[in-house]
């Protein structure tokens, strides 16, 4: 495996990857002798009951750690624990949105962790079957999860009596195999049902009718991997860490021109200033920040002048963006902001499923006409273009957030940069060069 | 369940809970435009079209085909946001989309070229490469499909997942680079295919049929009944110039919910046969009507048991009472033979009809292939199992297409066993506890079973478990024509004297036979040494069929019947006279009344025991 | 899907008689089939070379170097664009999207590992070693058959998609390699 790129962050605010590092943290014994793990499985399934778990979550204050940041004990309260008939657990183990390597990086160092946090969701919320989906391109990572899930297995944690309890656990691997989409919650069941992978139309939400109709839960693998901390430390102890409204650490990846990328875990509330100057060095010597997107390519962009944002979910919608998966992508001064921005609308074309007409014909229109306005044949209505391709794509038009990440990516670097897009379309000519992502 | 009161665009209207807006919309007349939606598909909310501003909800437009009115909900359809994500979605959807309206067969019934006339922008930005693909795909040897037109609203293959039960029409790449494919781009073989031609919202699948043949505005049309089986459809026939030019579905709820199958829509080009008879013939040479009936009544009277008589799978009812009136006459003791009948008996009392199958919570098919027996009742059982929950017991020696639901039980009799199989289904665990109607569904096995036990076997079982019958005739007016008792069974070999009513005899034309006569429409072997008489084709004849659950329904033909053809009743009241039977009809409507007021037949036609090679 | 992933391990990539075998062997229609493999980017519907080079271009990587890397590839191979196969079956490429490994950009995908913190000399180096076999990717028997995915739990209420009965549909004859997709618009070059 690789060396461990990132750190446990600001210490003692390190909940999550306290123990990163430690030797064979990946296997079972070492989890539980060095990291004290199992421990809250054991008190969610002998010292607690259900409900009782959720409110933990609720009280931490917790949210949705894979980009729509909603409260996770919320989502845990929407299973109807008591209606009759099976019930699933499904982590979205899917990790595709640019800039984001988080889960990954759990997977890799602790992927006991995360089953520990599967095992006490699925209790919680009276299932008793897992699934991870997991994207098919990572290789390493599933391997891991595969030997952690025997591990626990062969030593009765995952089985028909876990650690000794009678209610039936197990955990299921599922393998993507290449679509961003997935990572929405309903497509990623659809593709778990066999199927090609468009979202479906909400309501009914998963929580009611889910993974074969039947009611699921979908998380994060980090807001799962979170859960063995919570139940340590009570959802109490959690919240102090944080912010009010935003509590607990996050893990974010910091990528792109700076000289230390990595996962860093960061209490929330900090700033952008210390996450990307202070843990990952900066931009390399002679160049500045010029642009950033705090939560993977899909969340609104921030220029360089904002970077004293806190990186709280308040803060990040005062300043018109959002905390999405916390994948934090640095460009400099010396690459091109509407370069960039073609980039991305591409990979969103690409991606798109093509369900929705507004987000599979306006991602692609968005492209073609980034095409002509970087081949200098662009005018006044290409901007005009863009700017209606974007708001045709947000707000309700498309029927899943994929079609709006493209929108917010056109409308942030228009509003921030306009003076670029200027450049290009009007005058035909760029001032600053680079991206270059094709040969 | 209690109705709901609700405001569209300062309109207040009150509708059943649980109506979709966009539904409720149309009640007062107002237009929400769709593509994905239909009304007889799940739905989807995928192409955004319906896109309305609706309070209570957050300040966003929301899909009108997903939301179900509530009490007190407003709805603008008007509002600047509306109004807006209307046009910007039409904008998306004309991005790609060729300027093929010249030539696209869809320009004038499209309702993509309505809405944007209706709601979308008046210019268009669209200004450099669109996407293309190969085009025209021949689907199949009916159905053309143009990938560029495609607006990817999915109703063709929704349809033929939800409805039809097949996956052979798919999706596939992703995002803008999808098309729609028949699958590794081979012919589609569905009986059901033909739909997708009439749900298609754009001029992307279109009938190789009638291709180039119209602009709509140049036809005029009328709904009448399909003529192909015994389902008796309701289909909308098209005539331009005194031709058919095409033919499309027509929805009557109770029997086909709006779909046909393939030989109904394909099938029809026979009308417009330039080889058609005009004028009657004798032996080759024009005659008039008058010496031909004479020629023709003078070749078949009093022939007895030498004379056979051929009837059509699709006499009119008309045209079979008046069939009843000569074989009580002047023809009497001859032998008739009728067209695809199956072996089952007349119907007893009160059956189950096509719209109850709805309702059944269990369905038992047994002895047919129901796909290819009466396509459209197979889609109305596919409705009730995969959409309302019924639980489908199959009777049947071979696998059929119901089984591709997981949960169809199937019993593979031996050829020849099904009662037997019938009658052990009353202690079946699914039948003890039903929870509601049960439909018993038979055929004839084609003739390898005894239809006559069977019968019994399915009305014994139906008084058990609480429920009702149908026998699937497969003639398309076997039913009217048993109730006239000219459904007949007979064998032809040894006549001397043959009479056509309609095409010859499946088993072809006996050597015995000296004197041919027939009323057909197109040139057959052997027509050249009889008398011939010009026929009036389905698209052009009035009458009546009965419908395999009994239903009498009138034809109403598009092309009006050019002189010198005559109308079969009325030949058929030209060739009694000849034959010294004294009949005066003025029109058809008297033969109506008369068999209204017929009290039903005394005896119902003893059914054959058949077992053995299938009838053809 | 692991059905298709299995067929695609032993075949290199996915012929229409190899969906047609899949869509036979769960009872369902090869049309089926054909429309989830053709959705997913890890499905090969043209052949690829035996070392398939997964290239991230995405933002992260792209503003780190990503173009000259796949420049070097091609230089390296004689390998123009992206559908192509070195003659000798060995090599091909593929620009992909974010791969979830952004702190070791520019990075790819390579006989089923990441390869992080590429270099132009990197990339000679792993080209090298292939060509001597000196690195033989990780046997798919390694991967224990349990990941392969299992199956869905009998549930009443479940939708499983239709299964087709009766004989077989014929074998597609010669159906031509798939290409992806309509028309691709040529990528014009960033400046």
């Known amino acids: 495996m690789a060396e461990l790129r990132g750190s446990s962050g600001d210490a003692p605010q390190n909940l999550l990857t306290r123990w990163f590092g430690t030797p064979n943290l990946h296997t079972l014994d070492v989890y539980e002798s060095k990291a004290g793990g199992y421990t809250a499985l054991r008190k969610a399934l002998f010292d607690m009951a259900p409900a009782d778990i959720t409110n933990e979550v609720k009280t931490s204050g917790l949210r949705g750690r894979g980009g729509a940041g909603f409260a996770t004990g919320v989502k845990w309260s929407f299973i109807n624990r008591d209606a009759p008939g099976p019930k699933y657990v499904v982590v979205n183990a899917d990790e595709s949105e640019p800039g984001t390597a988080k889960d990954r990086y759990i997977l890799e160092n602790s992927p006991h962790m995360v089953v520990e946090g599967i095992l006490i969701a699925a209790y919680a919320v009276g299932a008793n079957q897992a699934w991870v989906y997991i994207r098919g391109e990572y290789d390493e990572p599933r391997r891991m999860l595969v030997e952690a899930i025997d591990e626990a297995r062969a030593k009765g944690y995952i089985g028909p009596r876990p650690m000794g309890k009678d209610y039936p656990l197990d955990i299921q691997i599922y393998r993507g195999h290449g679509a961003y989409i997935c990572g929405e919650e309903t497509a990623l069941l659809e593709s778990l049902e066999g199927k090609r992978a468009q979202p479906r139309s909400r309501p009914p939400f998963p929580a009611v009718k889910g993974a074969w109709g039947r009611p699921t839960l979908l998380n994060n693998v980090e807001t799962l991997a979170t859960v063995p901390t919570i139940i340590n430390m009570g959802g109490a102890g959690y919240a102090k860490v944080g912010t009010a409204k935003n509590p607990g650490t996050r893990l974010l990846t910091v990528s792109g021109n700076v000289r230390k990328p990595g996962v860093y875990e960061v209490e929330i509330g900090k700033t952008f200033r210390h996450v990307i100057m202070e843990l990952a060095g900066g931009p390399p010597e002679g160049r500045k920040v010029k642009v950033f997107w705090p939560g993977g390519s899909s969340a609104p962009v921030l220029p360089e002048s904002m970077l004293d944002v806190t990186t709280d979910a308040e803060a990040l919608a005062a300043a018109k963006s959002m905390g999405g998966s916390g994948g934090v992508i640095v460009m400099d001064d010396s690459h091109c902001v509407v370069k960039a921005a073609y980039r991305l609308l591409q990979f969103y074309a690409h991606e798109s499923c093509g369900k929705c007409t507004p987000c599979r014909i306006g991602q692609d229109w968005a492209v073609r006409t980034y095409e002509r306005i970087l081949a200098n044949e662009g005018s006044q209505i290409d901007l005009d273009i863009l700017r209606s391709v974007s708001d045709g794509l947000q707000n309700g038009r498309s029927l899943c957030g994929l079609g709006d990440s493209g929108g917010w990516v056109i409308d942030s670097t228009l509003r921030h940069f306009r003076d670029e897009y200027e450049d290009h379309a009007l005058r035909h000519e760029c001032n600053v060069g680079r991206v270059m992502a094709h040969a | 369940m209690p109705d709901v009161n609700l405001t569209i665009d300062g309109h207040k209207l009150s509708v059943p809970a649980g109506t979709l807006v966009v539904e409720a919309a149309k009640t007062i007349g107002i237009e929400i435009p769709v593509f994905c939606y239909h009304h007889k598909l799940d739905t989807v909310g995928a192409c955004r079209m319906c896109l309305v501003e609706m309070t209570p909800g957050p300040p966003r437009p929301q899909t009108a085909c997903t939301t179900p009115a509530t009490e007190g909900m407003v709805v603008k359809t008007l509002s600047a946001m509306a109004v807006q994500a209307r046009a910007d979605i039409l904008e998306f959807e004309l991005a790609n989309h060729p300027l093929d309206c010249p030539v696209c067969d869809k320009g004038g019934e499209c309702p993509l070229q309505d809405f944007t006339f209706r709601h979308g922008y008046p210019t268009s930005r669209i200004d450099g490469p669109r996407l293309h693909f190969k085009k025209p795909i021949p689907l199949s040897d009916n159905i053309a499909l143009d990938r560029e037109r495609c607006v990817l609203c999915y109703r063709c293959t929704r349809y033929y997942d939800e409805v039809a039960w097949e996956q052979e029409l798919t999706t596939d790449e992703r995002g803008v680079q999808s098309f729609i494919t028949s699958q590794f781009g081979q012919p589609l073989q569905s009986i059901f295919s033909g739909n997708i031609i009439d749900l298609c919202p754009v001029g992307a699948l279109t009938s190789r049929v009638w291709r180039f043949e119209s602009r709509p505005w140049d036809m005029t049309h009328t709904a009448t009944i399909c003529s192909r089986c015994s389902v008796g459809c309701s289909v909308t026939q098209w005539q331009r110039r005194g031709q058919l030019v095409r033919v499309t579905s027509h929805e009557n709820d109770d029997i086909d919910e709006g779909w046909i199958c393939d030989r109904g829509r394909f099938d029809y080009t026979d009308v417009n046969d330039p080889k058609r008879y005009r004028t009657p013939m004798v032996d080759g040479v024009k005659a008039t009507w008058a010496d031909a009936i004479l020629t023709m009544a003078a070749g078949i009277r009093g022939k007895g048991a030498k004379l056979g008589i051929s009837l059509p799978q699709d006499i009119t009812n008309e045209e079979a009472f008046l069939f009843r009136k000569l074989l009580d006459g002047p023809l009497k003791g001859a032998r008739v033979k009728m067209h695809g009948r199956t072996a089952l008996p007349a119907p007893t009392g009160d059956g189950l009809r096509i719209k109850e199958i709805d309702d059944a919570r269990v369905i038992v098919v047994v002895a047919s292939d129901i796909e290819n027996d009466v396509p459209i009742v197979d889609l109305r059982v596919k409705k009730a199992v995969g959409k309302r929950g019924a639980k489908l017991i199959v009777v049947h020696p071979d696998g059929v297409d119901l089984d591709r639901h997981p949960g169809t039980v199937h019993i593979r009799n031996t050829a020849g066993a099904a009662a037997a199989e019938v009658r052990k289904l009353a202690s079946h665990e699914l039948l003890a506890n039903p929870g509601g109607p049960v439909a018993i569904l038979f055929g004839d096995g084609r003739g390898t079973e005894d239809a006559a036990d069977l019968a019994a076997a399915c009305t014994e079982l139906a008084a058990k478990v609480g429920g009702k019958v149908m026998p699937l005739y497969r003639a398309t007016n076997e039913r009217g024509a048993l109730a006239a008792g000219v459904a007949g069974w007979d064998k032809l070999d040894g006549v001397e004297a043959l009479f056509s009513w309609g095409p010859p005899p499946a088993a072809g034309v006996p050597s015995t036979v000296r004197f041919m006569a027939a009323w057909d429409h197109l040139p057959r072997e052997g027509h050249d040494r009889a008398v011939v008489l010009p026929a009036a084709t389905f698209a052009e004849r009035q009458g009546s069929y009965t419908n395999l659950e009994g239903t009498v329904q009138f034809l109403r033909p598009p092309i009006a019947l050019r002189p010198p053809l005559k109308e079969g009743w009325e030949v058929l009241t030209e060739l009694a006279n000849a034959l010294g039977l004294a009949l005066d009809y003025p029109g058809i409507f008297p033969i109506q009344r008369e068999l209204a007021e017929q009290p039903p037949s005394p005896e119902p036609e003893p059914a054959p025991v058949l077992v053995g090679p299938a009838h053809p | ?191």
């Open chain 3, 1 to 191: 899907m692991p059905a298709l992933d299995l067929a695609q391990e032993e075949l290199g990539h996915l012929t229409p008689e190899a969906m047609t075998e899949v869509a036979t062997a769960l009872e369902l229609d090869p049309g089926y089939v054909e429309g989830v493999a053709t959705f997913y980017s890890l499905f090969h519907l043209t052949p690829v070379g035996r070392h398939h080079f997964y290239v991230c271009t995405n933002l992260s990587c792209a503003i780190r170097g990503s173009a000259e890397i796949v420049r070097r590839f091609q230089e390296a191979t004689g390998v123009k664009a992206p559908d192509e196969v070195t003659p000798d079956g060995l090599f091909s490429y593929e620009e992909v999207e974010c791969l979830g490994a952004c702190e070791y950009a520019p990075m790819m995908r390579l006989d089923q590992r990441f390869h992080y913190d590429l270099t132009p000399e990197k990339i000679d180096e792993l080209i090298a070693d292939r060509k001597a076999g000196r690195t033989a990717p990780p046997s798919p028997a390694a991967t224990p058959p349990r990941e392969r995915g299992g199956e869905p739990p009998p549930s009443p209420a479940a939708t499983p998609p239709r299964k087709r009965r009766g004989a077989a549909p014929p074998s597609p004859a010669a159906a031509p390699p798939r290409k992806r997709g309509g028309t691709t618009r040529k990528k014009k070059a960033d400046g």
